[in-house]
Each structure stands twice: as structure tokens, then as C-alpha cells.
């Protein structure tokens, strides 16, 4: 809108009483803009966008997770609550939107962590959006044969966890798939990885990955356009949705 208006960075920030560098953080969406100012800037720009107002609006708002006491600071939990399709590849553990309570709370207190409530709480919540009529969240998951075989919480956590993802990849918006073991060598051996998508076409794919001391969030197109590739062979090797519930029944003793 600014440059449509003719307006430099300079000139906009003088009129609207901001400094150079704060217009640009905002226009960058590195700091937030409250309505007002958002209303001051159309009227200098000559232009308004009754979207863009209500968008501002929905920013401001407290994200869900905050009443669990958690800061995400723009993390994985702000970026998954705008999504509306999730690919994950998990290694080694059933993925977050796939757990039951029990295995969250073993993962939680292997981890070294005390508050396994909140934890539980939030991955639960997470996974509303599976079910959910107004916003459901599509999600495609390829589970390497060893996440199915690790033993988190002993034996009867791990059978509570297997027959809940039987129950879970009868939904419509679950596609589970199993990487077998016998595959051997493939692509994503460094570690798991997830691609999430957004209503909007013109929002960019996000890849997010986790690593033992942190986390990596991307949107550079190469990059997202090689785990995307490498998500893609995976699918070719994995198992289809009903051998893979087959397989992970054999696992439970089910026929």
C-alpha cells in the first residue's frame, strides 16, 4: 500500500510519527501493529482493506496455548494453529499428533521434564483439529517401523498407543503410513521433519525440524522444495494406509 501511495519508507514514517526502522519491522511483521495504527496508515496510503483490519485484529488476540502458561514466541505451535495440512516423517517416536496421554507423560519424564499435565494438555488440544468441523487439520504421517517398536512407558502404554493409532487412521483427515523397517536406506535418516501447508495458496510451505538442542523453522523455497522431494520418496516406499494399520494390528496381536 505504501508504495502504491508513492510514499518512501522515510516519508511514511515521518508522517505517521515512527521511526524508519519501526515502520520497517512492521511492514516486515517483525513487531505487531495495533488497528489504530493500521486505520492511520490506509488513510495515508488512500487505500482500505477491511480484511487486513480484521486480520490485525485476530493477531492481537492471546493464542490458545498461553492459557497452558506456554511462550511460544512464534515456534511450532503458532505456526501448526494457522495450518491446514501437516506431512511428518517421525523416526524414532509416535508424532506428537498421534499420541495418548500415557505416552506423552513416559516421553516427558524420560526427557528430564516435571510438568507432564501441561505437556498432555497441549499435545491433546493439538489434536482437536483432526476431528474438528470448523477448522479440521489434514494430516499425512509416515511412521518408521521403529517408532512402532521403541517401548516408551512399557508394554502397556505402548499397546494402549498402537491400538490408538488403529482408531485414529480410520478418520478422514488422518493418512497413516508405516516405513518398514526392511526398506533399509532411505532419504530421512538424519532425523524426522514436518511441511505444513496453509489455506491461503500464497503463503509459502514451512518446513520445521527438530534436533537435539533445538529446532529449525525454514521457508526458503529450496530448501522446502528438497524436503518435499524427500517426503515424496518416502511415500513411494511406505506401506499404503491399510497395510500399515495391518501391520501395526500384527504389533497388538489383532487380526
Not at 487486513?52 to 498461553?66: A, H, M, V
Request: charged residues 25%; contains cysteine.
Amino acid at each position: 500500500m505504501r508504495e502504491a501511495s508513492g510514499h518512501t519508507l522515510d516519508s511514511a514514517a515521518y508522517a505517521l510519527d515512527k521511526t524508519r526502522s519501526a515502520l520497517h519491522r512492521i511492514e516486515t511483521g517483525e513487531t505487531k501493529a495495533n488497528v489504530h495504527l493500521v486505520r492511520t496508515m490506509m488513510d495515508l496510503y488512500d487505500h482500505v482493506d477491511q480484511a487486513l483490519i480484521d486480520e490485525t485484529r485476530r493477531s492481537l488476540r492471546k493464542p490458545w496455548f498461553s492459557a497452558y502458561g506456554v511462550q511460544d514466541n512464534g515456534g511450532y505451535l503458532a505456526v501448526e494453529t494457522e495450518a491446514s495440512h501437516v506431512d511428518e516423517f517421525a523416526a524414532q517416536i509416535v508424532p506428537g499428533l498421534l499420541q495418548t496421554d500415557g505416552y506423552i507423560r513416559a516421553l516427558v519424564t524420560t526427557r528430564g521434564r516435571t510438568n507432564s499435565d501441561q505437556a498432555a494438555l497441549i499435545r491433546l488440544f493439538r489434536q482437536r483439529r483432526l476431528i474438528s468441523e470448523e477448522r479440521p487439520l489434514t494430516y499425512t504421517a509416515i511412521v518408521d517401523e521403529a517408532a512402532l517398536l521403541r517401548q516408551v512407558g512399557g508394554p502397556a502404554v505402548m499397546r494402549e498407543q498402537l491400538h490408538h493409532l488403529i482408531e485414529l487412521a480410520n478418520l478422514p483427515t488422518v493418512n497413516l503410513r508405516v516405513l518398514t523397517l526392511a526398506q533399509g536406506v532411505h532419504d530421512a535418516l538424519p532425523g524426522p521433519f514436518c511441511l505444513l501447508s496453509f489455506p491461503d495458496p500464497e503463503d509459502p510451505e514451512y518446513l520445521y525440524v527438530e534436533h537435539v538442542t533445538g529446532t529449525v523453522h525454514n521457508e526458503d523455497e529450496d530448501e522446502v522444495r528438497e524436503a518435499r522431494m524427500v517426503f515424496a520418496q518416502l511415500q513411494s516406499v511406505a506401506l499404503d494406509p491399510a497395510e500399515s494399520v495391518a501391520l501395526i494390528k500384527r504389533r497388538t496381536g489383532r487380526p
